[in-house]
């Protein structure tokens, strides 16, 4: 096996194949360094916990991370709580994916996973033996010949073009916002994740630790991360909370955050497929990017032992078709949670009085906060049956 690509989707595709006894290369393009420091999202499903914690892939998430059961809905300047445990009987984790990252990758590398860094894949050629061509960082050329390949390569996947013919065929959404993220020194704002609808534009008030709080404003996606002042961030994203009060303090990460919704126009083809990123890219409104990659890995997984292990193509061939439910609805989720929390730059005032009457459909009735919770939470997903080989 070759999986293109050390980002969550690709380490724990290796891990839960090297369980089964099933071989495979690692190529990323970028150094460990690099990706364990990027910083991402921080909310894991229950189930996404389950499994990391009971495939041996991280137990970090434990002890480090938090677990959630709830978050707060804020417009017209009032909180709203949604109780996702009293709704579903389920929380969620607060744990950086950097650190899932991080404890993937010590966990591969510990049990002898061959992980290429600094490897840029330029051609993959499906076949019997499928082929994939590949750069090293002092521009040495890479032949790999091997049973099955996955692109778990992210958004701009080099994969992709081996499965659908080409770089960016598919269904796409674009918006006219981006986020402009911030991590800082100060104690959590409030004990769980704050959403705000505001007149002024989005604001999202998220943790990391005890310490360090995580924090996003709606803006322009061409926004210049370092231009507003420390003093003006904080009065833009007070004003978008208020009267909620903000703990603050030295702000030391600055970033902007593109939204787009992607699903690529297929996911499979012969000896080739896609999970993660590369199959998918969803806005981060409710955070489901990462565990969506996790779900898709299960199905992969399980697919990939019977095709390589048993030789039966059944579940392989069924890839596509079992996961795009789940796509969909994740799609559709973080489109929904976007559109009705932030304001487009032409809104009219009917916009925004129409967004709170959806708000208030939402968090009145309890049919709508347990359509909300189920989906933030996580649909069920067949963990137990994937679970199985270990
Ligand atoms: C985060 O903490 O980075 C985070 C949390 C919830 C989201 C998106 C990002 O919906």
């Known amino acids: 096996m070759v999986i293109v690509g050390a980002g969550p989707a690709g380490l724990l595709l290796s891990h839960l194949l090297a369980l089964a006894e099933i071989e495979s290369t690692v190529l990323e393009c970028r150094s460990r360094d690099q990706i364990e420091t990027t910083v991402r999202a921080g909310i894991l499903e229950a189930d996404?916990?389950?499994?990391?914690?009971?495939?041996?892939?991280?137990?970090?998430?434990?002890?480090?991370?938090a677990r959630h059961d709830g978050i707060e809905l804020r417009f017209n300047g009032e909180g709203h709580r949604v109780d996702f445990m009293g709704l579903t009987g389920h929380g969620v984790w607060l744990?950086?994916?950097?650190?899932?990252?991080?404890?993937?990758?010590?966990?591969?590398?510990?049990?002898?996973?061959?992980?290429?860094?600094?490897?840029?894949?330029?051609?993959?050629?499906?076949?019997?033996?499928?082929?994939?061509?590949?750069?090293?960082?002092?521009?040495?050329?890479?032949?790999?010949?091997?049973?099955?390949?996955?692109?778990?390569?992210?958004?701009?996947?080099?994969?992709?073009?081996?499965?659908?013919?080409?770089?960016?065929?598919?269904?796409?959404?674009?918006?006219?916002?981006?986020?402009?993220?911030?991590?800082?020194?100060?104690?959590?704002?409030?004990?769980?994740?704050?959403?705000?609808?505001?007149?002024?534009?989005?604001?999202?008030?998220?943790q990391r630790s005890p310490t360090v709080q995580r924090m996003y404003l709606q803006c322009d996606p061409?926004?210049?991360?370092?231009?507003?002042?420390?003093?003006?961030?904080?009065?833009?994203?007070?004003?978008?909370?208020?009267?909620?009060?903000?703990?603050?303090?030295?702000?030391?990460?600055?970033?902007?955050?593109?939204?787009?919704?992607?699903?690529?126009?297929?996911?499979?083809?012969?000896?080739?497929?896609?999970?993660?990123?590369?199959?998918?890219?969803?806005?981060?409104?409710?955070?489901?990017?990462?565990?969506?990659?996790?779900?898709d890995v299960l199905v992969l997984a399980r697919a990939l032992r019977a095709l390589l292990l048993d030789g039966n193509a059944t579940a392989i061939n069924r890839y596509e078709q079992d996961v795009l439910p789940r796509i969909w609805k994740a799609q559709h989720f973080s489109w929904w949670m976007t559109q009705m929390l932030h304001r487009t730059p032409d809104a009219s005032e009917f916009d925004r009085l129409r967004q709170h009457g959806e708000l208030s459909s939402v968090v009145e009735s309890e049919a709508g906060r347990r359509y909300l919770a189920e989906a933030y939470t996580g649909w069920p997903r067949p963990t137990d049956e994937a679970l199985a080989v270990v």
């Open 95 to 206: 744990y950086p994916q950097h650190e899932v990252l991080k404890d993937l990758l010590s966990t591969r590398l510990e049990q002898g996973q061959d992980i290429r860094f600094g490897v840029t894949v330029t051609a993959v050629h499906d076949g019997d033996r499928p082929q994939v061509r590949a750069t090293d960082t002092d521009g040495s050329e890479l032949r790999l010949e091997c049973d099955f390949v996955v692109g778990a390569d992210g958004s701009h996947s080099a994969v992709r073009k081996a499965v659908t013919g080409s770089a960016t065929s598919g269904h796409f959404r674009e918006y006219p916002f981006a986020w402009f993220g911030i991590l800082c020194e100060a104690p959590p704002s409030a004990a769980e994740l704050i959403y705000s609808n505001s007149e002024h534009g989005f604001a999202l008030i998220s």
């Open 222 to 295: 061409e926004l210049d991360p370092e231009a507003m002042s420390d003093d003006l961030v904080w009065e833009e994203l007070q004003r978008r909370v208020a009267p909620h009060p903000l703990s603050t303090g030295p702000i030391f990460q600055r970033d902007v955050l593109r939204f787009r919704s992607f699903v690529a126009s297929s996911l499979h083809r012969g000896h080739v497929a896609l999970v993660g990123d590369a199959a998918h890219t969803v806005p981060p409104t409710g955070a489901k990017g990462m565990n969506l990659a996790v779900a």
């Open 48 to 65: 996404t916990v389950r499994l990391l914690t009971e495939t041996g892939a991280s137990t970090r998430v434990l002890r480090d991370g």
